[in-house]
């Protein structure tokens, strides 16, 4: 007879944890990993933390797990202070980059390790560790031992064995970085159907544009050990909050331009609204449009001039110095207008009129 084991009980808004970092600060000798940091994580959702490299991410996620402590500052899940609480009661699950499976025990037992270790039966541990390899679509490799299965089929078994203690917070530190681009494509859609599926609260640390954006319910981008912006992917890549976050996430261009008030700005010929937090009038400054916002239209008496055009499947994105002998900016078009952009044709650039965002001029 067979035996299906139980489902995991999805968490809800009442069950999932809240997480709350409280103006956290580590310094490892002279280098400050964490400046300060503020961040709450809501019930149930998943927040990705972006950055460059040395940017506190990991640090922080590595707190949450109790395997950093902060010189100052709190951690709190559920509104407790666990800041000092041991990593092995923390209750937290953790995906690392290099899967860290044990080579001599097959999938399955590599899932229930931490349900041997803490006790629980033969027959209840084995059938969890089946119930969680079956969630991450392993369910006919449990018998294999690392070796034998792939870099993906690792990591899937790296994240059934997180799961396999039914930890209140999921954390997965560029869990995806190992693996070729198909497999971190579909692995990264796996973690989201399973992340929704059991409703638990997860951070997401990656220093992946893209990444981020398709995987989190929101994305808090770090910068020096301090906290830029925290917002969903469409408010973060349309409306940054600052300079950094919208060179960061996605493509701008500069283009230069002068205030003329306290709400307006002139750039290519025309004088167009500035979003909130903008230099007084009368000041030059670059205006940052993103490429999908550059409109180009052939024009043999036109302000730019196309200098590359780069094949990107449905769009080509063009580079376009503006004026012809100025700077150079992105604007990307329907592939099937290309042909008329071929390097060396005179075009009209102009920008949408609505809010822009302009900041100090550079240099």
Avoid: W
């Amino acid at each position: 007879m067979t035996l299906t084991a139980p489902q995991p009980k999805a968490a809800t808004a009442d069950t999932a944890a809240t997480v709350e970092f409280r103006g956290l600060r580590r310094s490892f000798g002279g280098t400050v990993a964490l400046d300060g940091l503020d961040l709450a994580v809501r019930p149930g959702e998943l927040l990705a933390l972006l950055g460059p490299s040395g940017c506190g991410k990991t640090t922080a996620l590595r707190m949450l797990a109790g395997f950093e402590h902060p010189d100052s500052g709190a951690v709190l899940v559920d509104g407790e202070d666990v800041t000092r609480v041991p990593a092995h009661r923390r209750d937290a699950g953790m995906v690392f980059q290099s899967y860290s499976l044990f080579p001599h025990l097959s999938a399955l037992d590599n899932v229930a390790f931490g349900l041997r270790m803490r006790k629980v039966g033969t027959s209840e541990r084995r059938a969890r560790a089946a119930e969680l390899l079956e969630l991450v679509g392993l369910g006919d490799k449990s018998g294999r031992y690392p070796h034998q299965l792939s870099g993906g089929q690792q990591q899937r078994v790296a994240l059934a064995r997180a799961l396999a203690l039914r930890p209140r917070v999921l954390l997965l530190d560029e869990p995806l970085s190992a693996l070729d681009a198909k497999v971190r494509l579909t692995l990264r859609e796996e973690i989201r159907r399973i992340q929704q599926e059991l409703g638990i609260t997860t951070l997401f640390v990656t220093h992946d544009q893209e990444e981020a954006l398709s995987l989190a319910d929101r994305v808090a981008v770090m910068r020096g050990g301090r906290l830029e912006q925290c917002s969903t992917p469409r408010e973060l890549y349309a409306d940054p909050a600052t300079e950094f976050v919208a060179e960061f996430v996605g493509t701008v261009s500069r283009l230069p331009g002068r205030t003329t008030g306290t709400d307006t700005v002139r750039v290519l010929g025309r004088t167009l609204p500035v979003k909130s937090g903008s230099p007084a009038g009368g000041v030059e400054v670059d205006v940052l449009a993103r490429p999908e916002a550059v409109r180009v239209a052939v024009d043999p008496e036109g302000n730019g001039q196309v200098v590359a055009a780069t094949f990107l499947g449905a769009t080509t994105r063009l580079t376009v110095r503006v004026p012809h002998d100025g700077p150079e900016i992105k604007a990307d078009i329907p592939t099937a207008d290309a042909v008329d952009f071929a390097p060396g044709v005179r075009v009209a650039v102009t920008l949408p009129d609505r809010p822009v965002m302009v900041v100090d001029r550079a240099g």
